[in-house]
């Protein structure tokens, strides 16, 4: 296949090497055809493979003259539709391109923006090309990696589904060009910002008041491990504090960096919900003990990936120990912080040593270590944000599901009261999309907000665990019963087999329905399931379990509440085969019913017992039959069953 896709872009690139030889000046061509050979070596066999040598030359030639002309420093942007002349070539999608000076976090960043927004990718070229320019920006040709005096820069051409309407590429443009900006400054100033919280490191060290002289110290350490590769910076800001005599504390900012240059960005949001520098959680956070807080911030990230921003607050004391500012750091943490175990983590690995201890267990038990275990997996967030005390009823939870695995909720509102962090444990052979919607609406629901993230969690047990972030209206005070909101999730989770089971407990007794749900839980197709409620479900199953080799066939006339009394319901049970209808029909016709439905099931049942492994199944066809007496008359189903069921 892999040989077959690199033939047929061969192919076409012969094709379109032709075309530009033909269509283009030699000089135009020569530089051209260049430049494709750079940008199809860093291409994906597949980007090409399913395009016509047409639609190739299209782009690649389009890209190629759009990046003619661009002054460093600055970024192209166009967004635009090919019909024909105007474009020199037609395409049903929508283009955009874009040329940069190369720099982290523009792919991730235009591609987490355009899925955002609900609009579909189909190809995505990214070469980075070295380019030698005039004074002007003028494009003089490509120069070879290292050449002195070219450019690096990141070219991209994304294709998308056609965006029709004008005003939706135009809206998307605009918030293109916001994402390039975004991403320049905070890249820009990442030196600068990683040297403030350097700083910031040290003054907590040099100039923390005694009594949280440990706690700073382990603050200090962990702003340290921040910046050795564990945080993506975007943006900081640095608020001188003072106090009036009322005792209201005033903020005022100064040294915005990356994101935070522009005044007015700010991430959280105050007591009337606007976006603001200095908020409850500010000041909350500014008269405690604490010198470190992290929280998430209320708004989304537009570099990298668009989840919310990560908040990071460290106090500044004076020379006597008093608060006098905060530093405050917005960005993302990396892959690399949520993948490292926390018992390597500064200020983690604190926590979970102090969990494992006051839940009584050594740390080298069993109990010990998988409580350590289960921390260590434990979702990311709630370790850096959760007190001591809700981590270990949270773990201490989970940890009893290993025991008896079932469906559990754990329910934490974050400091401030912004977010609900909620998580969720459910049979992993029940997740799935439509399920996890269906959850993520129940919370909603609960907490009257909307899923702010939802990150899923597969380990190797067979429940998984999902992490939903609820954020609520500020200032929002829901009223809400864990255990309602539990039991509501528990009835979601729940599908027919959990019906079929509970039928077979009480109809059998808690052991022999057991064992029988283990024989049959999975016998019956999705349409007997939507058809058959779990306990007439249950009935078959008794009778089916006295079917075999000497008795292959059995039968059970009955009725349904809702059906006249000159009704009647037949099912016939037959191992192997399927009855033949011309065989039944007239045994019922000549018991005074005719047939007005036949409903035709199978049932594949482990054979050699209710808990027997392998794949050997015996096969029992159900036939389902309703008739009405051809008299009209009333029929006695309870006086005549034994003889209905014996004929």
């Known amino acids: ?95 955009i391109e874009v040329v940069n000076d190369d720099m982290p976090f523009l792919v991730d960043s235009l591609t987490a923006l355009i899925a955002d927004q609900g609009h579909q990718i189909q190809s995505v070229l990214h070469p980075i090309l070295h380019i030698r320019r005039g004074a002007a920006g003028e494009r003089l040709g490509l120069a070879a990696p290292g050449e002195e005096g070219a450019l690096r820069e990141s070219w ?23 994402v390039l900006a975004d991403v320049r400054v905070a890249v820009a100033d990442w030196k600068p910002m990683l040297t403030r919280l350097r700083e910031a490191a040290a003054a907590l060290r040099a100039v923390a008041p005694a009594p949280q002289a440990e706690a700073a110290s382990e603050a200090a350490e962990f702003l340290e491990w921040l910046a050795a590769n564990h945080f993506t910076f975007l943006g900081c800001r640095d608020y001188a504090l003072s106090r009036g005599a009322d005792g209201a504390t005033t903020a005022t900012p100064s040294g915005g960096l990356g994101l935070m240059r522009d005044p007015s960005y700010t991430t959280l949001r105050d007591a009337q919900g606007r976006y603001a520098d200095w908020t409850p959680e500010m000041d909350a956070f500014a008269g405690d003990a604490g010198p470190l807080l992290i929280l998430k911030a209320n708004r989304r990230s537009t ?20 608060v006098i500012g905060v530093h405050g750091f917005i960005g993302l943490f990396t892959s690399a912080a ?88 459910a049979p992993r052979e029940r997740y799935d999309t439509a399920l996890r919607m269906k959850i993520g609406e129940i919370l909603c629901n609960a907490f009257d907000g909307r899923v702010a993230d939802f990150t899923p969690a597969f380990g190797g047990d067979n429940l998984i665990r999902v992490h939903f972030v609820i ?41 022999r329905g057991a064992g029988l749900h283990a024989r049959y839980r999975s016998a019956f197709s999705a349409g007997y399931r939507e058809t058959v409620r779990p306990a007439d479900a249950a009935a078959d199953i008794q009778k089916l379990e006295a079917i075999g080799a000497e008795s292959p066939i059995a039968c059970a006339f009955y009725r349904l509440a809702d059906d006249p009394e000159h009704r009647l319901r037949f099912k016939l049970y037959r191992l192997a085969e399927a009855a033949p209808l011309s065989d039944v029909m007239p045994i019922l016709e000549n018991m005074g019913l005719r047939v007005l439905e036949e409903h035709p099931h199978q049932a594949q049942r482990r054979r050699g017992g209710e808990t027997a492994a392998g794949s ?26 034994a003889v209905l069921e014996s004929g």
């Not at 890209?63 to 661009?70: D, E, I, P, V």
């Not at 991209?156 to 916001?178: P, V, Y």
């Not at 027919?496 to 039928?503: F, M, T, V």
């Open 1 to 95: 296949m892999a040989e077959l896709v690199i033939d047929t872009v061969s192919s076409h690139l012969d094709t379109v090497r032709q075309s530009a030889r033909e269509r283009l000046s030699s000089d135009e061509a020569e530089a051209y055809l260049a430049a494709l050979t750079t940008i199809m070596e860093q291409a994906a066999p597949d980007e090409a493979s399913g395009e016509s040598p047409e639609a190739l030359f299209g782009a690649t030639h389009g890209l190629w003259s759009f990046g003619a002309l661009r002054r460093p420093g600055e970024a192209r942007l166009r967004l635009y539709q090919p019909e024909g002349a105007a474009q020199g070539w037609t395409s049903e999608r929508t283009i």
């Open 156 to 178: 991209i051409q994304i294709q998308l589904d056609c965006i029709g309407d004008l005003k939706s590429r135009a809206a998307l443009e605009t918030a293109i060009a916001a």
């Open 303 to 322: 570099v990298h990936r668009t989840t919310h921003l990560d908040f990071i607050g460290v106090k500044r004391y004076d020379a006597e120990g008093r």
């Open 338 to 425: 949520y993948n490292r175990s926390p018992i390597n983590i500064p200020m983690l690995r604190g926590k979970v040593r102090r969990i494992i201890e006051s839940a009584g267990l050594a740390q080298d038990s069993h109990d010990g270590k998988a409580l350590a275990h289960m921390l260590e997996t434990h979702p990311r967030d709630e370790l850096l944000q959760a007190t001591e005390e809700q981590l270990r009823e949270q773990a201490i939870g989970a940890l009893h599901l290993s025991t008896r695995p079932r469906t559990r909720l754990f329910v934490r509102r974050d400091r401030f009261g912004r977010f609900f962090s909620c998580i969720v444990y």
């Open 471 to 511: 954020a609520v209206r500020i200032g929002a005070e829901p009223e809400y019963e864990l255990e309602t909101i539990e039991a509501r999730i528990v009835e979601a989770v729940r599908d027919w087999s959990d019906g079929l089971r509970e039928a077979l407990v009480e109809r059998f007794g808690a052991a």
């Open 616 to 641: 050997s199944v015996d096969v029992i066809h159900i036939h389902d039959f309703m008739g009405e007496a051809t008299n009209g008359a009333a029929i006695e189903l309870e006086a005549r069953r």
